[in-house]
């Protein structure tokens, strides 16, 4: 009986629709595309790094901010933000 009415279920639910989702950012920092790395040889300092935009040299992840210890050394979002609108 429960693998009845289950099946009912699954048969009436309705496909997923794509839905345009905007996001509103300060800075990168807060994109969940964006993913940080500690920096090499800092103490406490991290790079972050676009995973939607690549570096056309080396094809590598194009860094967005470099060294960043404090909120004061943030950037603003750069031109070239594939989700810049």
């Known amino acids: 009986m429960a693998t009845q009415i289950r099946k009912e279920i699954l048969m009436a639910r309705k496909p997923f629709e794509k839905v345009k989702v905007a996001f509103e ?7 969940p595309k964006v993913r940080s790395e500690r920096t090499p040889q800092a103490g406490c300092a991290d790079d972050y790094y676009c ?8 094809g590598k992840h194009r860094m967005v901010m470099g060294y960043v210890e404090y909120s004061s050394d943030e950037n603003p979002i750069p031109e070239w933000c594939p989700r810049r609108v």
């Open 25 to 31: 950012f300060e800075t990168c920092k807060e994109c």
């Open 51 to 58: 995973t939607e935009a690549r570096d056309i040299t080396t």
